[in-house]
């Protein structure tokens, strides 16, 4: 099946830090790639639909200026969380779309972000 | 009423039982159907990939899809305590990628 590798997989660091995940797709190209969050045993919350060579779709409810998103090549989107506090400690976790409108979302492993 | 209904459980079964995990959706344009395992701090793993009504089956694993009472299943046979996990149901539109999401039924098997 396809491979969206996901990284760093754990992350803790100081309130005011700007931290950046990277979410790569090993073994397609993916013009589309989904950032979502996660709360303890709460399902996925869809943060932002990242387009290769265009700006992001945020969803309702989540700050552009906070979540910044590059998806700068058809293997890589990053989310930057931009001068972070302890209420941005969560799950985000990153997927990729396969080829086509009806193939389902593969998800990389998470980040687990801890902001003391 | 949200557009999918997933019990979270927990749901705990002897090891060998059969498991039935179900969602239930209001969106009579969902044709896409999608079950996912997560185990604790990881991503979700898709298990099963299904389109419109019927059943499909790989392994131990099947799912089932009730278009016209909007239900799907997912059943596992010889349950095993490696199959503990949390069970994600997601379906969409045919003109979506974004699939939407129940918020996950906790399994356990216990030896």
Redesign the interface.
């Known amino acids: ?1 396809a491979v ?1 590798s ?1 990284h760093p997989s754990w992350v803790i660091c100081k309130s005011g830090t700007s931290v950046k995940i990277e979410c790569r797709s090993l073994d397609f190209q993916a013009t ?1 790639m ?1 950032w979502y969050r996660q709360f303890p ?4 919350m ?1 943060m932002a ?1 990242s387009n290769e060579g265009s700006k992001a779709t945020y969803e309702q409810g989540v700050e552009k200026d906070k979540f910044l998103i590059n998806h700068a090549s058809l293997t890589l989107s990053t989310l930057t969380v931009t001068s972070a506090h302890p209420e941005d400690s969560s ?1 985000y ?1 990153c ?1 990729a ?1 396969g080829q086509g ?2 193939q ?7 980040t ?1 972000l801890s902001i003391l | 009423q949200k557009e999918v209904e997933q019990d979270p459980g927990p749901l705990s079964v002897p090891e060998g039982a059969i498991v039935s995990l179900n969602c239930t959706y209001s969106n009579s344009a969902f044709q896409y159907f999608m079950w996912y395992r997560q185990y604790s701090r990881k991503g979700p793993e898709l298990l099963m990939y299904t389109y419109s009504s019927g059943n499909k089956e790989d392994g131990r694993f099947t799912a089932q899809v009730d278009k016209s009472s909007k239900y799907i299943s997912l059943f596992i046979r010889d349950s095993q305590p490696s199959d503990s996990a949390t069970y994600l149901c997601a379906m969409s539109a045919g003109g979506s990628y974004i699939p939407t999401f129940g918020r996950g039924t906790s399994l356990i098997v216990h030896p």
């Open positions: 099946g969206v996901q589309t989904f045993k709460q399902s996925l869809l639909t799950f976790i997927s779309g409108r009806s389902p979302q593969h998800f990389g492993d998470g687990r």
